[in-house]
């Protein structure tokens, strides 16, 4: 069946009780899928999540000429092979269902000097404008002209250039990075974004065989080498923050006590240290974390920003932790102005919520109460699922195509843990 048609089935449950692995990051395993075409070969990427986005990743790689598959043997990993034949062009159809298609704009311009991109669509929280992307790379010699929807650039050879990010993007980060790779000279990346995925896509950069110096922090400067020097490596995927903090979010709201493998305590800092105010015990492992839930959260009041403020990507999960807590706590948001959507959703589970502008007022009730609700996006999409786990009877949640964007088996790894979920 179709996952748009499908839905999950959610009852109150217990506290959370076990142990599961955290799966790779959507977030960096996309952008490295598409920084694979600056090299030709055998592409070889690890602990690869199960999520419907590298399928539409690998769907616009197989139009572009790189061709993708999951090892028979590991279905973790993901092999892609590209022939050295290409044809730079990301088409409407695959482009509009995932932001991240825009990654191609780097490595295809930067090494075949042309690109023709569908301009992109992916989460409808807001306008999400590539100006960063464009201006970058104009600094760097490329032209770009619009005709019928489609972004046309050019640049016989990208040139290196210093470059002032106003705000830390992810995306223009990457792109301009991938971009730089083989750029004729120095590239400086100035207030550049630092998420742990962007740090996953330099280390598999310089693997390869790039020059970049300051990996980690907000200044990146990247030495371009020779077109066609890179070699093609096996990478392994960065843990995956934003899935881990959602089984984290239902230990909370169950009050449970769980272990998660991999997930990795360093790339969360800031969270975790709003979690404990909220309550919950966190301890880092060798190789992972355990969370261990109070009866009832605390309620704390949170800001989102970009790395290594706490994400906007959390954001759904905190609302509905807030919603169940002791007291009253207000969420800013403040990097998509559009991004409460889902507040609606959670207020007909009963969850006592106002939006103004920016921020939520979150006054904690003490149970949720069962209901059908419909996924906006993938994050929002996974706090209705956790909402659902402290909700009085039946919490139906359709829009499932949302989540299988972004998580790998949320329902069995929930089901491991003792929640009462199924799909239907
Ligand atoms: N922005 C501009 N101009 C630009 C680029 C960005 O105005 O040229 C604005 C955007 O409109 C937005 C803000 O800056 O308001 C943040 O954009 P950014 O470029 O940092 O985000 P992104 O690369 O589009 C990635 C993640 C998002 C995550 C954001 C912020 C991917 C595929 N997406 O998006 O993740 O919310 O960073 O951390 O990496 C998700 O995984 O569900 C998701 C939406």
Do not use: W
Not at 100 to 116: D, F, K
Not at 297 to 310: E, F, H, K, N, Q
């Amino acid at each position: 069946m179709d996952s748009g048609a499908e839905q999950i089935v959610v009852r109150r449950s217990g506290p959370l009780e076990g142990e599961i692995t955290v799966p790779g990051a959507k977030n960096s395993v996309l952008k490295l899928m598409a920084a694979s075409l600056l090299v030709d070969g055998v592409t070889t990427l690890t602990n690869v999540p199960a999520i419907a986005d590298v399928a539409i990743m690998g769907d616009l790689l197989d139009a572009i000429g790189v061709s993708s598959a999951r090892h028979p043997k590991d279905p973790t990993t993901l092999v892609l092979t590209h022939h050295g034949v290409i044809t730079p062009v990301a088409p409407y159809e695959l482009v509009e269902r995932i932001r991240a298609s825009i990654n191609v704009l780097g490595p295809l311009l930067t090494r075949y000097g042309e690109v023709r991109l569908s301009l992109p669509g992916g989460d409808d929280f807001g306008s999400r404008p590539i100006d960063m992307h464009l201006s970058g790379l104009e600094a760097m010699g490329a032209t770009f002209e619009l005709h019928h929807g489609y972004l046309e650039a050019r640049a016989e050879r990208l040139h290196g250039a210093k470059i002032t990010f106003e705000f830390p993007s992810v995306g223009a980060t990457e792109n301009l990075l991938t971009a730089a790779v083989f750029a004729k000279g120095t590239t400086v990346i100035d207030n550049a974004a630092r998420e742990p995925e962007i740090g996953d896509l330099c280390e598999f950069l310089v693997a390869m065989g790039a020059d970049i110096e300051g990996i980690g922090s907000s200044t990146l400067v990247i030495h371009g080498v020779e077109r066609d020097s890179l070699r093609p490596v096996t990478h392994e995927i960065v843990p995956d923050r934003i899935q881990a903090a959602t089984y984290i979010a239902a230990a909370a709201v169950t009050g449970g006590e769980i272990t998660l493998r991999n997930a990795r305590a360093e790339h969360m800092e800031m969270l975790i240290r709003r979690f404990v105010d909220m309550g919950l015990q966190i301890t880092p492992q060798t190789q992972g974390i355990a969370v261990f839930a109070p009866k009832r959260l605390r309620s704390v009041d949170v800001a989102t920003l970009p790395y290594p403020g706490i994400a906007t990507d959390y954001k759904p999960l905190i609302v509905t932790m807030l919603a169940v807590a002791d007291g009253v706590g207000i969420v800013t948001e403040n990097l998509y102005p559009g991004r409460f959507r889902y507040v609606e959703e959670l207020m007909r589970l009963g969850a006592d919520i106002s939006t103004d502008g920016h921020h939520a007022v979150v006054r904690g009730v003490a149970r949720l109460s069962g209901a059908p609700v419909k996924a906006p996006d993938i994050r929002a999409g996974a706090a209705l699922v956790v909402a659902g786990l402290v909700a009085e009877g039946e919490t139906v949640i359709t829009g499932v195509d949302h989540i299988d964007r972004g998580y790998d088996d949320l329902v069995g790894r929930l089901a491991i843990l003792g929640a009462d979920i199924t799909r239907r």
